[in-house]
């Protein structure tokens, strides 16, 4: 009996968890459209650049993949997040493609159908591996490096802010986005007992704890208020 009520609460953490995860990630997939805004009133994707969009599509989609029942279970949150990450994506992508010059065009097209080719790849090479567990770590290893490269990229902001003493460049809404939704996942994967999950949201926890403290720090040093968020990561 006592085993199974701590059961139910522990489900219940973790799809608390999970539910609030996947709230606080939509604010950091809507971050970049005053960004497109002004690609589309310019007409032109100036000096920004499509490559996190294309690094951040794969990512959402190794994630989902290994959130689905065919890899883990107990673990459709993150599906569910991360297929609606690939859609936000997607559309950026075709976007910034839309509006780039062409030598730009055809970069950002190869990327983008490299990434559908190595992501089929990665769906079928899992089936070609024994037992369900080892299909399970192979997946997750991938996830989990692809999450704690994608959550490590705030470093160069953070240099950015201790060099400038300004966070002009580190909008506190999105900083304060990446924190709330790594933490949600990463009691999510303890509440599942899933390192894969729990341990690149913790490191990403972390960082974003530090881009919160560097923000009340360094707040009213700032020059100037952030007028276009850079394009940022997501989980």
């Known amino acids: 009996m006592v085993s199974l009520g701590l059961f139910q609460t522990l489900t219940i953490c973790k799809d ?21 805004r002004r690609i589309i009133r310019n007409h032109s994707t100036e000096q920004f650049s499509g490559l996190p969009y294309i690094y951040a599509l794969l990512n959402c989609l190794i994630c989902a993949w290994y959130g689905s029942p065919f890899i883990s279970n ?49 769906v079928v ?18 996830s989990g490096a692809s999450l704690i490269s994608m959550f490590a990229s705030p470093l160069f902001i953070i240099n950015l802010v201790i060099r400038t003493r300004s966070v002009e460049f580190m909008p506190f809404y999105l900083s304060l986005s990446t924190f709330l939704m790594s ?26 704890i530090v881009q919160l403290a560097l923000y009340c720090y360094y707040k009213n040093t700032s020059r100037e208020d952030c007028r276009e968020p850079l394009i940022v990561s997501y989980a």
Do not use: C, H, W
């Open 74 to 122: 107990g673990n459709i949150l993150v599906t569910t997040v991360n297929s609606v990450g690939a859609v936000f994506q997607m559309i950026y992508t075709i976007l910034f493609i839309t509006y780039t010059e062409k030598p730009k065009k055809l970069k950002m097209s190869g990327l983008l159908l490299g990434v559908f080719g190595l992501f089929a790849a990665i």
């Open 183 to 208: 933490t949600s996942f990463f009691l999510y994967g303890f509440f599942n007992s899933d390192p894969f999950i729990y341990v690149p949201n913790g490191i990403g926890t972390t960082l974003g």
């Open 16 to 36: 608390a968890a999970g539910i609030a995860g996947n709230v606080f990630a939509f604010g950091l997939f809507v971050s970049p459209i005053p960004t497109f």
């Open 125 to 142: 090479g899992s089936f070609y591996l024994s037992g369900s567990d080892m299909r399970r770590m192979f997946i997750g290893f991938l």
